[in-house]
């Protein structure tokens, strides 16, 4: 069993935690480059495009090494869109999805001329077109369909049952149609549909990709030329062995099953497929504690660092950073906590560790995605660092918050 790390990318760990002190994020640059080479070998003989998930992880060193890559980008908000201005990433190869976008936001995004908008409401492709026309300016747009299909994952991560706030019904396709016909701004060129994040179910995903199709044929017999179909991300990844990731070559042979002989370019989004598994979280236990009959660690990094245990019960393989002196090293279940206000401030519950002595270093794997980028403030703690490491080399990416930081927005 894997209970002790000492290297990342070829960092010493314990020499990161003294340079740039904990809580702190790190991640390889060498696993970002392989798994993202891995996504593009599998679906080399496919027309595509791969549009990382910068809502996954949005550290500008980060999306840029994915532009130096040749990665596109999928965004949800004009702050996304901001930092891909930042590092001069083509607007031509990014998708805009996101059910609750603002004029502001959508007439930016016309300006920017992107690949995608996809629609997820009547009301919004209207909004999008009266933009359009003030603005004189073409946009091309996606249908984003609801399929009405579940993943076996958290709730809160479902997004494809009719019950979501996301995507549309089939039945709005027609009344869609009528309104981009009837705008000279607008151009349906894509469907797209997204299920869920962490699915692994190859049938769930056949069915999916079948209603996305189906669609696009459908606005094809109204005029529509549709160029794009965009199955979206969320691809499971196995957190350290906890799930199945995800089989990319089935799902290759599922999708060049259902596309013999179109030309469709396909997108895909994603995210923690990516990323994930490149990034560490660094802790410091400060106090070993006893609560009854539970033995509580109790470290640096809490739910403001690191929410997902917290948020969606998240399993995170939590390793003692060293060197292991016993082939067979006696191990206890612990619960490592964190510093938070709150009885949910948890980073694993039932952790099996050895001995950890006070002063020690935790490292905290696969988080990589969803991680930093949804941090926060809470109790006033600052947001950590963030460093890319990459063949013994470390470079700070982000710097730690400053007490100033906190409050410097706010106005007494």
């Known amino acids: 069993m894997e209970v002790y790390i000492s290297e990342f990318d070829g960092v010493d760990l314990k020499e990161a935690a003294e340079t740039f002190k904990t809580p702190l994020y790190i991640y390889s640059r060498s696993i970002i480059e392989e798994r993202f080479a891995r996504f593009e070998r599998v679906f080399s003989e496919v027309k595509h495009t791969v549009c990382f998930a910068v809502k996954a992880n949005s550290n500008l060193s980060v999306l840029s090494l994915y532009d130096r890559l040749g990665a596109g980008f999928d965004v949800v908000s004009e702050g996304e869109l901001r930092r891909l201005e930042v590092i001069g990433a083509d607007f031509s190869k990014v998708v805009f999805s996101g059910v609750g976008k603002t004029k502001e936001e959508i007439n930016f995004a016309v300006n920017k001329g992107l690949k995608l908008i996809n629609f997820e409401s009547l009301s919004e492709l209207k909004v999008i077109g009266d933009i359009c026309k003030s603005a004189g300016k073409s946009a091309s747009v996606g249908f984003r369909l609801n399929p009405d299909i579940s993943l076996d994952i958290h709730p809160y991560l479902i997004t494809g049952l009719k019950e979501s706030k996301f995507g549309m019904p089939f039945s709005d396709a027609s009344e869609a149609w009528e309104i981009i016909k009837n705008n000279d701004y607008l151009s ?128 995170h393989k939590i390793l003692c950073v060293g060197n292991q002196k016993s082939k067979s090293p006696q191990l206890e279940a612990v619960d490592v906590v964190g510093p938070v206000c709150e009885g949910g401030c948890f980073i694993g519950r039932g952790v099996n560790l050895p001995l950890v002595p006070e002063g020690g270093l935790l490292a905290v794997k696969d988080c990589g995605a969803y991680c930093f980028s949804m941090a926060s403030r809470y109790n006033s703690r600052r947001l950590p660092a963030e460093i890319m490491a990459y063949n013994g080399h470390t470079i700070l990416i982000r710097r730690r918050d400053s007490y100033d930081d906190l409050f410097s927005h706010d106005i007494v």
Do not use: W
């Not at 999916?208 to 109204?222: M, N, P, R």
């Not at 006893?290 to 403001?304: C, E, L, R």
């Open 188 to 315: 349906l060129e894509g469907v797209t549909c997204h299920v869920g994040s962490g699915g692994t179910d190859i049938v769930k995903y056949e069915e999916a990709f079948k209603a996305v199709i189906s669609a696009a044929k459908y606005f094809e017999s109204l005029g529509a030329k549709i160029k794009f179909l965009d199955f979206g991300g969320g691809f499971g990844v196995s957190y350290s062995g906890y799930y199945e990731e995800l089989d990319m070559l089935r799902l290759k042979g599922v999708i060049e099953n259902l596309l013999k002989a179109s030309n469709y370019e396909l997108i895909f989004e994603p995210g923690k497929f990516l990323v994930a598994e490149a990034g560490l979280l660094l802790t410091t236990v400060l106090y070993v504690k006893k609560g009854g009959s539970q033995k509580f660690i109790v470290v640096d990094a809490g739910m403001n660092d690191l929410i997902r245990p917290s948020l969606y019960n998240a399993p």
